[in-house]
């Protein structure tokens, strides 16, 4: 009996898939560095991009704030979603260079729909501000989850990697947030920031693909049809930003400022601020008050002593310094001391409007309410609050202990006189009216009759004083200017203003009054 027996051949049971080599620590590091820092910078400087066309209020700044943490939210989704389906190492470089292209294309971008999206509604707001933001930084909060999976080899470091890793990006937008807030800024143009910011990120992911092409196993390199398209695109991006429209002469630390010259007077200078018009100076005649608001300063100052004589006087921002150059010309030996917080702005009076510093005129740059403190007791005859963030009247240089401060500096008899810009229906005006007339006793308001009844916005004029106002002679001059004006005083200024909230210190939405209804 024989017997036969046959060998079978069975297929060996598939290998586990070999899982993604991790990349380098120091390398890890630094792009989640680099790319969670780099939200932060777009992040800082769009705020200044989107400035001129839409302000530099609390909502554009909670815009900013929103939309990029928008971006890092549906980023940092679809970059773990897409770790999970390809090869991160495939992703990170293409990645990188995609951020940078839509960091600069970014730039022509928000100036093109800026100059369409110009105003302060909401949907301007919060679409420029996507603009700006949501793209570049979407690709950029995708990088993270990307490094991650390549670095989670070992299951049992899961919460070392991540948390490391997180810390890491924590820092670099830490770190972000105060060079670019605290020299950036101060040093360069946004349009240079932005596009540095962009040439860095392309350069980077560039550097990255080639390296992680020359190790073994990295996966292939990118089709060239692919690199053609994206340097295409980079091409595209730098053209629009070269071509872009620029609103800004000069770009200071706080904003986008220029000077035009009068169409109808050659000496005539209009300086805009984040689009803004603020102040109008005549170059051969600063007795020359173009704007209504400040020929009832100009009033106000003519009725507070004797015609010429001196005063000593403190401005509470600059602006084109109109009403410095008004003192020193009707009265002779007036000591102006002007607060500005921007120094790039003082400097352009000094090149562009004429303004010459010196013993009776002195600027000091620094915030108002800071600076205000130091000022000696019973040392002013006359204060000037005219501060503005784009059109809104600074939060804290509205309340009421800004307000008893400014009481303090003023001598007996002196007068404080304040610009506020307001809208239907007026709520913001009544409140700082009601806060002035918590510190001072004689409180008068002067505005346009249509502004009084609700029926447009328009500049208005506090005016306060703990003796007596001139009340009188300021009705009788009212008539003689070329805007017409009228006083209120008395019951009628204790009816319009009613029972409106006193701000304070703890409790001041100066946004929130503005909006409109």
């Known amino acids: 009996m024989s017997s036969t027996s046959s060998n079978v051949a069975v297929d060996p049971a598939p290998a586990a898939p070999t899982p993604p080599r991790a990349l380098p620590n120091g390398l890890a590091a630094f792009l989640v560095f680099l790319s969670s820092g780099a939200v932060l910078v777009l992040e800082t400087v769009s705020l200044r991009l989107v400035g001129p066309y839409v302000g530099v209020t609390l909502q554009v700044t909670s815009s900013v704030i929103g939309m990029a943490l928008a971006a890092i939210a549906y980023g940092a989704w679809m970059g773990g979603w897409l770790a999970d389906r390809r090869d991160p190492r495939t992703l990170l470089a293409p990645a990188l260079v995609l951020a940078g292209i839509a960091t600069a294309v970014t730039l022509p971008v928000v100036r093109y729909a800026g100059e369409v999206l110009r ?9 420029l501000t996507a603009v700006a933001v949501l793209l570049p930084a979407a690709l950029l909060a995708g990088i993270t989850p990307l490094v991650v999976k390549l670095q989670l080899a070992d299951l049992r470091r899961t919460g070392q990697v991540v948390g490391r890793l997180s810390g890491i990006g924590t820092l670099g937008g830490i770190t972000a947030t105060l060079l670019t807030g605290f020299v950036l800024v101060a040093a360069l143009p946004s349009s240079v920031i932005v596009l540095g910011l962009a040439g860095g990120l392309g350069l980077t992911g560039l550097v990255l693909g080639a390296y992680l092409r020359r190790r073994a196993g990295t996966g292939l390199p990118a089709p060239a049809r692919a690199k053609a398209a994206l340097a295409l695109l980079g091409l595209a991006g730098a053209g629009f930003a070269s071509v872009a429209p620029n609103p800004c002469d000069v770009e ?9 010259v009068d169409g109808q007077w050659p000496d005539g200078r209009t300086l805009y601020l984040n689009s803004a018009e603020h102040s109008y100076v005549d170059l051969a005649d600063p007795n020359h008050l ?28 600059g602006g084109g310094f109109t009403i410095p150059r008004y003192l020193a010309a009707t009265r002779p030996g007036t000591r102006s001391l002007v607060f500005e917080i921007d120094g790039g702005l003082v400097e352009l009076d000094r090149r562009e409007l004429g303004v010459r510093t010196g013993p009776e005129l002195t600027a000091k740059v620094g915030d108002a309410r800071v600076l205000l403190g130091g000022e000696p007791t019973d040392s002013r005859d006359f204060i000037v609050g005219d501060a503005f963030g784009h059109l809104v009247v600074p939060w804290h240089l509205a309340t009421r202990e800004m307000a008893a401060d400014i009481r303090r500096v003023l001598r007996p008899g002196g007068i404080y006189v304040q610009n506020v810009i307001d809208y239907p229906p007026g709520r913001f005006i009544r409140a700082e009216l009601a806060t002035v007339a918590a510190e001072f006793r004689n409180v008068a308001l002067i505005a346009p009759p249509w502004a ?19 009340l009188d002679r300021l009705a009788a001059g009212l008539p003689r200017l070329r805007d017409q004006a009228v006083l209120l005083r008395g019951a009628e200024l204790t009816a319009f203003v009613g029972d409106a909230l006193v701000l304070t210190d703890d409790y001041a939405p100066v946004d929130q009054l503005l909006a409109t209804a």
């Open 119 to 127: 105003g302060g509604a909401v949907s301007a707001v919060l679409l």
């Open 290 to 317: 173009k704007y209504a608001y400040t020929q009832w300063i100009g009033l106000v100052a003519d009725e507070i002593a004797a015609k010429g004589q001196r005063l000593d006087a403190l401005h509470l921002g």
């Open 252 to 260: 200071t630390a706080y904003h986008c400022a220029r000077v035009e």
């Open 452 to 470: 009084i009844e609700g029926r447009s916005g328009a500049n208005f004029l506090i005016v306060g004083s703990d003796a007596p106002l001139p």
